[in-house]
């Protein structure tokens, strides 16, 4: 791919004649795909040019696991602090203590992992030095603060018993935040020039509220009395069966940045994940109301949650190392705005618009 | 308080200041300046006329004492030759603030070619593919015999020696830069306001806030800023601020020996850009274009634009780059819904589970 | 009060919630250092000028001094040659003066020594001037040419000099000068290769 | 440069940088412009913008090619013939400026009826001595005048000119002398003014020209006809009255073993289509260092006293009279080269340089023969040298064979070393190459090394000369560093030592050294010299005591002092004119008053000619020095090359001397007949005309002659630098070498500084497609070149910018490209290119052929220790060179040569 010098002649253009294909590399294209077991993929070439096969955009610096395991973490607290809100006011208190200590714990863990991530973590609280609606890192600083603040005092108070009237409020101050928490962290990662990333940008909250659900439900179920258990099981089938449908609606998709999906170390994840949520979620239903069900199935959709996380995060990284994530969706965009303007029709399948190549 | 109520627009998408997205027609003063401030500065990369001499990799470095860095950017370390031409930089990156490609480009020349006329009226045709591989030496005996209208050739563009009568060769050369964008990504999803606009309309790190969260570097749709991995903070081009605080022009510019690099106002540097690529177009050079000029584009047009030659790809440009802000307020609501339905699930959960007993 | 309001003023979510930066893009996420800002031409002590050592072409080269020291060198805009351009060598010249590897002191190997040795400036000035003598001497030659033909040439063969092309023309001047006092005539420059 | 000295009568580029502007056509060859002089590129740019064609002429496709309308790419060492073919197509097509020609240039002059051109002699001139491979010139001159010079010319003058020929006095080197003022020639020549004389110097161009067909052309150089044609009418379009077209050369003309008379040819075409002296036209030679121009004006050359003047040669110059016997009587401003000469000798011996003792003319040293940088190397090795000084030079990387140049260095008693770093040059005895395989090792090698650490550029003041011959003054910005000096500090303080040391000697040998002026101020805490104190004696002082204006005002009487004439005038009225800083905002195009250039602070030579023989300008839009006849005056935008107030129709009268000798219509006014030289009868020894021969190591037969390379070039011999045979099978590939943008010369400048290193960060070739699949080389690997001096590695870059090229009767030329700066010292680092190279030198300039050698190339890295020795001799055994090891340190094989070679075949 980076072949250095071009060769000979290599896909010189007249001017006037469609784009360069210079350096042009041929990748086996997979559209499609993603449709589930024993689909046959429908692969094409794609033709796309780059500066010596060199990326275009950088890889996010994040460090893993460190941010896998913050979305992670912050998800299954948020899910589990609506649900120890909830429990709370309906009278499970076996239930409300758990949710409470996955909350706080999953908070303070997430904050840890957060700093642990930036490069000037002496510099933390520079964070709030602004509040950024454009930067939902700023918004979800502005989340994680009092969340992690109400959650953890929420949990010290559960564990030490102290001023128990303050534990309601706590509780419900961080179940306000746990939603957004949840949630704000696929805006964190979709609001990025990161392809695989950007493009499933009304897609990520929602895997990601699922996942949390699934994870927040899953880890509760499995250290609750199973007769208090039934919400977080609840929550957790449901919320794998939304982590479930709005995956599909990613790796589905048959834009060519739902290729890193499948391929290679993201794509492992993945399948590793949509196993685990699915062996999770039917475990559930069928033996979750067992303790030993309880327990495998919430170990499996905390398993899957985390392993979606590390899948979509990884996929993302893979997206910026190959330039025609970034150059092959741009044209297609080009063209078919191209095409929208010169016709005056609509502008079709974009990929159609494109018939420059091939 | 007014003002305060404009960041709704960030949720709700309606945005009729183009806070987010879209031409802007004072950026500097959308962003808090006095409407007095100093006006937007740019710089106009006109490849057409860049030699490929690094001045302004060494300018830059000197100037903001950058650590020398190999082609992928790790700092103090003396690479391999990359073998991509003469581009041992390879990448804009946190040591690395101006970046000179090199593109090597040739084909063979397929004539006769009929009479004289206006210059670029009566380009030769080229072979899309043309004998790509050259071992057979013979091609260039047959192109010796060949016949040439050299002159048309020559128009072909200002990058492309005709090299013999059989060959065009070109040999693409430009420096890249910081966009400074109108909607600059960086800027929008920098946490610490470490990323500000100034008075000049440029964006800038503030090194003494960055906290090295690095969501810059991930939100950049033409990745430049990048992070020094040991120092924990993010590093960019600046376009010189602290220069232009003394009233002098950045480094590189000051240093450009061809005017490749011209830094000014940005309103005057497009109206040059329009003379320029108009001029070329007359020569018939239409491979020429504009790069980042539109402020209709995906980022609202940068303040430093280019006129390039090929594909900005080629390049190592993204074609159509689009602020990932633009996105946001339907990112935003996503999230929202999504936190709700997260409610919902819950608020079911509980309903639906019978009561404790 | 003034101190809450000076303290508040510095926070710059309450600028972004006073002043005319909500977003908190620009004025109002300005930092301390960042209003301090100030160029290093600014405040150098003195600007002098010179010229670049590399190429022939001539370009002219302001030097800022500060404390002493080399803070940047630059184009001289003024210059009708280069118009206050320079190419990366040129702009590169400050590091010429500032590298690390440059050598600044004497350094003395011995005939057949392994090692550098260190060297005082003036016994390095006596120990070469005896050379020069003893060369000179060895070397010398009062008449040369075939034997049919001997000329007076008033000369050493004993010492040879070679030049870059970065010296001034004074130091050429005193060079030629001196040489050809003490009869040394293979005096060479790289402006022969 | 004899090239243009012998043309013109200046070896200095005719117009300056800033000009180039103003150019309708600018061809650059033998030079790659934007990489190597990027800032003066500007100026092309400038005029690309106007609409001026640029064309480059180059082996190789450069960043200066990416940027040109045309890139001609011509085999190595072929320039003569392309020229040479457009000298006959501008001849044939009448397409020379008629008016100029005949008034300007010498092509009315008549030749001798004895000289035989090398059409008729088989690529030879008439007086060829074969046994010592070198010319006698007589034959070459002008058809004396009526008046017979012998009758009015000094009788040493005669015995000198004879003496001209003799072998020792050719190896001296006299055409550099031509710098500034031409060779001298006994008297203006006949003329015919129709140019039909079969004698005339225009009738033998054409004769001589007639086999450079375009034909011919494509098929020596290598290119397509039409790609000729197409330069024939860019040049010929954009030369006359209205346009002019520039010329851009510099080291890739000049390092051939035909490298003076490359410069001719350009000369010849340039003047017939009236380009020199002309706004936008000229000769542009780029130099290649800060002060290498500097560096010949006032030389530390073997062969020249400052200011051209050359150095007194025993055979011919036992007295002032006789050494400026060749100027008496002589028109042109050479004509006062007694003054001249008498200024310098008051310059350095003051008090004691009196009439009485001839001016202390004895005092100068004399030269014999060849005393250049390369002879003196093989000195070296040969025992005879015993101490070196190396100031700011790096010849263990910087020059061809370097190898041999390590060797010169382990055989010297002493060397002193000024650097800034560590140098190669510095550390041969303990690194490097030798150390590696052997050859050389601390306990071989006695030289004991002095490293005196020397001052940058900020840190000590003085002048540079520019590449367009202008001064200009640096301010010291800071003091150097612990022991860190200035050179002129070292050589001031060397000199006070050693005079302090004789002050006592009565031996007659040390009075020159005694009786030197050597009483410069001295400041500072260091004692640094004064700069502008010696840049005064340079200028030179009146009687008064007053500071000359002009070299017009020294006298041959010893009233007068200055150090180099030509600079006489940097401190006109008292004033350091090479400070001064006007911006160029505030005065005209031509800036005068900026630095200050020589002669006279006139910015382009020979500008008379910018005008029409009236004194009128060629046309409005090339209007540039004219003739005011109101004022009485010539005038314009730059200072006249030309006596101020000498009218256009002035003829010199009978017996006139020097410039009075010199028409009003003579712009050439340093030549001793005032016009340009088409054809040279004296100044080059390898012949009055340019004729092409092939490079030393060419791969290809000479197609024009049967004579296959200049025959009069120098050879080094020795067994460290064997040549490779011409047309070599076992090294079948041209090499040439060449520099990057991002690196300077032998690196010392350029790979130590993190900067630049990280840019070009190792040493690397570059090949064709072709030849990387012949030898199946890969971008980014290694490669191993092959000479019969030594084998190196370099990393390989594939490119189609460098082709083979492939002539008519089949032969493919490939062409490796070759930059020079690496070695093992600094930053950035790789094998040394030049290690590869031999020596073979021009004999005109003594300057080597560097831009051509052949060598092979293999892919993968090198032998390593003893193994490479082994590597080298299996080659050199294949291709039948002298073969044997050198021994220690660099000495003569133990098995004779002649044995080797045997043993080998």
């Given at each position: 791919m980076t072949g250095g010098i071009t060769s000979p002649g290599a896909g010189w253009r007249q001017a006037d004649r469609g784009p360069a294909t210079q350096q042009t590399t041929r990748k086996r294209r997979k559209r499609g795909g993603g449709r589930g077991r024993g689909e046959v993929a429908m692969v094409d070439d794609v033709e796309f040019t780059s500066y010596y096969g060199r990326q275009i955009v950088k890889t996010p610096v994040w460090k893993s696991p460190d941010v896998p395991l913050y979305l992670f973490l912050g998800g299954a607290a948020g899910s589990s602090a609506i649900l120890g809100a909830l429990a709370d006011v309906t009278g499970r208190p076996a239930l409300t203590r758990t949710a409470r200590l996955t909350a706080g714990g999953g908070s303070i863990l997430s904050v840890v992992f957060l700093i642990h991530d930036l490069g000037r973590p002496e510099r933390f609280l520079h964070m709030l030095r602004v509040f950024k609606v454009t930067s939902p890192l700023s918004v979800g600083t502005y989340i994680l603060a009092p969340f992690s603040a109400a959650a953890g005092a929420t949990a010290a108070v559960e564990l030490l018993g102290w001023f128990p009237k303050l534990k309601r409020f706590g509780g419900a101050v961080a179940a306000v935040f746990g939603g957004p928490l949840a949630t704000y962290t696929g805006v964190l990662l979709a609001n990025t020039a990161v392809p695989s990333w950007h493009e499933f940008h009304t897609k990520l909250p929602f895997v990601f509220g699922g996942s949390a659900m699934a994870a927040g439900g899953g880890i509760c179920m499995a250290f609750t009395p199973v007769g208090e258990a039934e919400p977080a099981r609840k929550m957790a089938i449901l919320g794998a069966g939304i982590e479930l449908a709005a995956l599909r609606g990613v790796e589905g998709?048959?834009?060519?940045?739902?290729?890193p999906y499948h391929e290679g170390r993201p794509g492992q994840f993945m399948r590793a994940a949509r196993a685990c949520t699915a062996g999770g979620l039917g475990l559930a239903v069928l033996g979750g109301r067992r303790r030993w069900g309880a327990v495998a199935s919430g170990a499996l959709l905390a398993a899957g949650s985390l392993l979606t996380r590390f899948g979509v995060f990884e996929a993302g990284i893979a997206s910026t190392k190959d330039p025609k994530y970034v150059v092959v969706p741009q044209r297609e965009r080009m063209a078919a705005r191209e095409a929208q303007r010169t016709s005056g029709a609509p502008a079709g399948d974009p990929h159609e618009a494109r018939s420059v190549s091939s | 308080m007014t003002s305060i109520s404009s960041v709704s627009a960030a949720f709700t998408g309606r945005d009729p200041g183009n806070r987010l997205y879209g031409p802007v027609p004072d950026v500097t003063e959308q962003s808090?300046?006095?409407?007095?401030?100093?006006k937007r500065v740019g710089f106009f990369t006109d490849t057409s006329v860049c030699i490929g001499c690094k001045a302004c990799e060494v300018a830059c470095k000197e100037w903001n004492t950058l650590p020398m860095d190999d082609s992928h950017g790790v700092r103090d370390a003396l690479g391999d030759l990359s073998g991509m031409s003469y581009d041992n930089t390879g990448q804009l990156g946190a040591n690395s603030w101006r970046h000179v490609a090199f593109i090597e480009q040739s084909r063979a020349v397929d004539l006769p070619m009929p009479s004289f006329g206006?210059?670029?009226?009566?380009r030769p045709h080229a072979h899309g593919m043309p004998a790509p591989d050259t071992g057979d030496l013979n091609s260039t005996a047959t192109a010796q015999a060949s016949v040439l209208n050299a002159e048309a050739l020559s128009e072909f563009d200002p990058q492309t020696g005709q090299s013999g009568a059989d060959k065009q060769v070109r040999w693409l050369m430009s420096s890249d830069v910081c966009k400074h964008c109108t909607h600059a990504g960086c800027l929008d999803v920098c946490p610490t306001g470490a990323l500000f606009r100034t008075e000049f309309g440029t964006v800038v790190v503030q090194q003494d806030i960055c906290n090295g969260c690095g969501y810059c570097v991930a939100s950049c749709p033409y990745g430049v800023i990048d992070q020094r991995k040991d120092d924990g903070r993010v590093f960019k081009c600046t376009m010189c601020y602290d220069r232009l605080t003394d009233g002098l022009m950045p480094a590189c510019a000051t240093a450009c020996p061809t005017q490749s690099i011209q830094f000014g106002d940005l309103d005057e540097l497009q109206a040059r850009a329009d003379a320029r690529l108009a001029t070329l177009q007359d020569q018939g050079v239409e491979t020429a274009r504009l790069y980042g000029r539109d402020e209709s584009d995906g980022v609202g047009g940068v303040g430093a634009f280019f006129l390039l030659l090929d594909e900005p790809e080629v390049y190592g440009l993204p074609p159509d780059p689009i602020v990932t802000t633009r996105d946001l307020p339907a990112m935003w609501k996503a999230a929202g819904k999504a936190a709700l339905m997260m409610v919902g699930v819950a608020v079911t959960a509980i309903v639906g589970s019978r009561r404790p007993r | 009060m003034a101190g809450v309001k000076t303290w508040l003023d510095s926070w710059p979510v309450y600028r972004q919630l006073t002043g005319a930066d909500p977003f908190g893009r620009g004025s109002a996420a300005r930092s301390k250092a960042t209003d301090a800002t100030v160029s290093r031409t600014a405040t150098a002590d003195k600007v002098v000028k010179s010229v670049c050592p590399y190429c022939a072409v001539g370009c002219a080269q302001n030097v800022y001094v500060k404390d002493e020291k080399i803070v940047q060198i630059e184009g001289d805009p003024n210059s009708p040659i280069n118009r206050g351009r320079l190419c990366p060598k040129g702009s590169a010249s400050k590091q010429l003066v500032t590298s690390p590897s440059r050598v600044t002191t004497v350094r003395y190997r011995r005939p057949y020594g392994t090692e550098w040795e260190d060297l005082d400036l003036d016994t390095a000035m006596e120990m070469i001037a005896d050379r020069v003598l003893a060369a000179r001497e060895k070397g010398w030659q009062v008449e040369d040419g075939p034997a049919d033909n001997r000329r007076r040439v008033n000369r050493t063969m004993g010492i040879a000099s070679l030049g870059g092309a970065t010296l001034d023309n004074e130091e050429n001047y005193l060079m030629k000068k001196l040489y050809s006092a003490l009869g040394a005539i293979q005096i060479e420059n790289q402006a022969r290769i | 440069m004899p090239g243009l000295g012998a043309s013109f009568g200046r070896g200095g580029a005719t117009n300056f940088l800033e000009d180039l502007a103003n150019s309708d056509c600018i061809v650059i060859e033998g030079s790659n412009m934007a990489e190597c002089h990027p800032v003066g590129f500007q100026w092309v740019g400038e005029a690309k913008a106007r609409g001026a064609k640029v064309i480059h002429i180059d082996p190789r496709f450069t960043r200066t090619s990416a940027i040109a309308d045309l890139h001609v790419p011509l085999r190595i060492g072929t320039d003569i013939a392309f020229l040479g073919g457009l000298i006959k197509y501008v001849l044939d097509n009448e397409l020379y400026f008629k008016d100029y020609v005949v008034a300007y240039t010498n092509a009315a002059a008549l030749v001798n009826d004895e000289f035989v051109d090398t059409e008729d002699l088989d690529g030879l001139f008439s007086g060829f001595d074969a046994e010592n491979n070198i010319y006698d010139e007589t034959s070459w001159s002008y058809d004396p005048g009526e008046q017979d010079a012998a009758t009015e010319q000094p009788a040493e003058a005669a015995e000198q000119e004879h003496e001209e020929d003799a072998p020792e006095v050719k190896a001296s080197d006299r055409g550099q002398a031509a710098g500034s003022g031409g060779p001298p020639i006994p008297s203006k020549p006949h003329r015919d003014e129709t140019l039909q004389h079969p004698r005339s110097v225009f009738q033998i161009l054409k004769r001589h020209f007639a086999r450079y067909t375009p034909e011919m052309v494509s098929e020596v150089c290598g290119i397509e006809p039409e790609v000729f044609e197409q330069v024939a009418q860019w040049v010929t379009s954009n030369s006359n009255r209205d346009r002019t077209t520039a010329w851009v050369y510099s080291v890739g003309w000049t390092q051939h073993s035909v490298g003076a008379q490359y410069i001719r040819t350009c000369s010849i075409l340039q003047t017939l289509l009236g380009n020199i002296g002309r706004p936008g036209g000229g000769i542009m030679a780029l130099r290649g260092h800060a002060s290498i121009q500097g560096s010949t004006d006032v030389p530390t050359l073997f062969n020249l006293l400052p200011g051209y003047l050359p150095m007194p040669h025993a055979d011919q110059h036992g007295t002032l009279d006789e050494y400026v016997a060749d100027a008496a009587g002589k028109a042109g401003f050479w004509g006062n080269k007694r003054a001249y000469m008498t200024s310098l000798l008051k310059a350095w011996w003051g008090e004691n340089a009196t009439a009485e003792n001839d001016f202390a003319f004895d005092y100068l040293p004399k030269i014999n023969g060849d005393h250049s940088s390369y002879q003196t190397i093989a000195d070296m090795i040969a025992g005879k040298v015993s101490g070196y000084f190396l100031v700011g030079e790096n010849p263990g990387v910087g020059h061809p064979n370097s190898r041999m140049n390590r060797f010169g260095l382990a055989n010297l008693d002493w060397l002193v070393v000024r650097d800034l770093q560590m140098i190669e040059s510095a550390t041969f005895w303990k690194e490097g190459p030798e150390h590696e395989t052997g050859e050389l090792s601390p306990d071989t090698v006695g030289t004991e090394v002095f490293f005196m650490p020397a001052a940058t550029h900020v840190e000590k003041e003085g002048t540079f000369t520019q590449t367009q011959r202008v001064l200009q003054w640096r301010h010291k910005a800071v003091e150097p560093p612990n022991d860190a000096r200035s050179d002129l500090w070292f050589f001031y303080h060397l000199g006070r030592i050693l005079r302090d040391r004789l002050k006592d000697s009565p031996d007659p040998r040390d009075r020159p050294l005694l009786d030197l002026t050597w009483d410069y101020p001295v400041e500072g805490e260091t004692q640094d010299p004064d700069a502008a104190a010696v840049l005064r004696e340079i200028n030179g002082f009146g009687p008064d005591g007053q500071l000359l204006n002009s070299y017009l005002q020294m006298k041959d009487d010893g009233s007068t002092s200055g150090g180099c004439w030509i600079y006489c005038g940097v401190y006109a009225d008292g004033v350091n004119q090479a400070a001064r800083r006007k911006p160029a905002k505030e005065q005209g195009a031509v800036a005068s008053e900026w630095g200050w250039a020589w002669p006279l602070n006139r910015?382009?030579?020979?500008?008379?000619?910018?005008?029409?023989?009236?004194?009128?300008?060629?046309s409005e839009r090339k209007a540039y020095v004219w003739w005011d006849e109101d004022a009485g005056e010539w005038t314009g935008k730059d200072v006249p090359d030309f006596e101020r107030n000498k009218r256009p129709d002035y003829e010199p009268p009978e017996g006139a001397k020097a410039q009075d000798a010199l028409a009003g219509t003579d712009p050439f006014v340093m030549q001793g007949d005032g016009k340009a030289w088409l054809y040279a009868p004296a100044g080059l020894v390898d012949g009055p005309l340019p004729t092409h021969y092939e490079p030393a190591e060419s791969v290809v037969e000479n197609a024009f002659y049967s004579q296959q390379a200049n025959p009069t070039m120098e050879h080094i011999e020795g067994p460290w630098n064997r040549e490779n045979p011409a047309q070599s099978e076992v090294f079948p590939f041209q090499v040439t070498t060449y520099r990057l943008t991002e690196h300077h010369t032998a690196g010392a400048m350029s790979r130590t500084l993190p900067y630049l290193s990280e840019l070009q960060p190792e040493f690397f070739v570059e090949v064709s497609p072709e030849l990387a699949r012949l030898r199946g080389l890969s971008n980014g690997e290694y490669a191993t070149l092959i000479s019969a001096r030594t084998a190196i590695e370099a990393k390989v870059l594939v490119t189609e910018r460098v082709r083979p090229i492939k002539l008519r009767n089949g032969t493919v030329v490939h062409q490796i490209g070759m930059p020079y700066h690496w070695s093992y010292a600094g930053i950035s680092t790789g094998d040394?290119?030049?290690?590869?190279l031999g020596i073979v030198l021009d004999s005109n300039t003594h300057i080597q052929e560097s831009k051509v050698s052949s060598c092979d190339i293999v892919p993968g890295r090198r032998p390593r220790g003893p193994e490479l020795l082994e590597y080298v001799e299996s080659y050199r055994r294949r291709a039948g060179v002298d073969s044997g090891r050198v021994t220690r340190n660099g000495g003569a094989p133990r098995v004779a040569p002649m044995d080797g070679q045997q043993e080998g075949s």
């Open positions: 998709s048959d834009s060519i940045l739902a290729e | 808090g300046y006095e409407p007095e401030h100093p206006r210059p670029g009226d009566d | - | 910015r382009m030579l020979y500008n008379r000619a910018s005008a029409d023989p009236e004194g009128k300008p060629w040394a290119a030049n290690d590869l």
